[in-house]
C-alpha cells in the first residue's frame, strides 16, 4: 500500500520532469519537421532528398521519445493515447515507423505534425496566468502568437489537402504551392485557382470555413486590445 501511494507521489507530468526550454526546442523541432515535409515535395530540391531523409530519422526519434515520456507520465495513459494531441503525437510518428511515408497521402499526413505548436501555446499561455496575476500584455501577445500559429497551421494542412487531392494542377505541384492556394483561399478577395476534384472542392469548403473561423479570432482579438485601451480592462478572454 506504501508502495503504490509512494509512486503516485513521485509520478509527476511531462512539463515537471523535463528540463527548462525542453518544449521551446519541440516547438523547434516541429517547425523543422514541417519544413522537411513541405520542401521534400518540390521536385527541384530533389538533390537534397538524403538530407532530408537524415533530418526525418532525427525528427521521429525525438517525437518517439517525447511521446513514450508523455505515455509514462500520464496520469491516465489511455486518455493520454486516444486524446485529440495524443493522437496527433501518433500521427507524427507513424507513417515513419510503417516506411509508408513516401506515399504522397501519408507524406502530407504528416503535416499535422503542426497542430502540436498549438498545445505548446495553449501551455505558454496557461504558464503565463500562473506566473502573473496582471500579466494581459504578455496574454495579449500570446494570443496574437496563437492566431499567427492557427494560421499557419490552417495554411499548412489545407494546402496539404490540395496538393493530395489535385495533384494535376501546377497550384498543387508540391505542398509549398499548396499552402499558397490555401493562403489565397483564406483571404478571399484575391484569385486563385478552382479545384476540380470532388477532394478539391470539400478542402474549398474547409479554406471558407476556415476563413470565417480566423476572422471571429482576429476580431476578438482586437476586440480585447481596444476595450483595454480605452476602458482599462484587464481581464483578458
Do not use: C
Not at 512539463?15 to 526550454?21: A, D, I, L, S, Y
Not at 519541440?26 to 530533389?46: D, G, I, K, P, W
Not at 494535376?168 to 476534384?197: K, N
Amino acid at each position: 500500500m506504501k508502495r503504490k501511494q509512494k509512486h503516485k507521489l513521485t509520478r509527476r507530468s511531462f512539463e515537471e520532469v523535463t528540463p527548462p526550454g525542453t518544449e521551446h526546442f519541440l516547438a523547434l523541432t516541429t517547425l523543422v519537421a514541417v519544413a522537411v515535409v513541405a520542401l521534400e515535395t518540390v521536385s527541384s530540391l530533389s538533390a537534397y532528398s538524403q538530407l532530408f531523409h537524415s533530418l526525418e530519422i532525427g525528427i521521429v526519434t525525438i517525437f518517439s521519445l517525447e511521446y513514450i515520456t508523455r505515455l509514462y507520465y500520464s496520469q491516465n495513459r489511455l486518455r493520454y493515447m486516444f486524446s485529440f494531441f495524443g493522437i496527433i503525437d501518433l500521427l507524427a510518428i507513424l507513417p515513419s515507423f510503417l516506411g509508408l511515408s513516401n506515399l504522397t497521402f501519408l507524406k502530407a499526413a504528416r503535416a499535422v505534425r503542426i497542430i502540436r505548436l498549438l498545445r505548446m501555446l495553449r501551455l505558454a499561455k496557461f504558464s503565463q496566468i500562473k506566473r502573473q496575476k496582471n500579466a494581459a500584455q504578455s496574454l495579449y501577445k500570446i494570443n496574437l502568437e496563437i492566431y499567427t500559429a492557427t494560421l499557419l497551421v490552417a495554411t499548412l494542412l489545407l494546402g496539404a489537402l490540395f496538393y493530395v487531392f489535385e495533384s494535376g494542377q501546377v497550384a498543387a505541384q508540391d505542398i509549398p504551392s499548396g499552402m499558397w492556394w490555401a493562403l489565397r483561399a483564406i483571404l478571399g478577395g484575391i484569385s486563385y485557382p478552382q479545384p476540380e476534384s470532388l477532394g478539391g472542392m470539400v478542402t474549398l469548403i474547409l479554406a471558407r470555413f476556415t476563413s470565417m473561423l480566423l476572422l471571429g479570432m482576429l476580431i476578438g482579438l482586437v476586440g480585447t486590445m481596444l476595450r483595454k485601451v480605452l476602458i482599462g480592462a484587464e481581464k483578458d478572454s
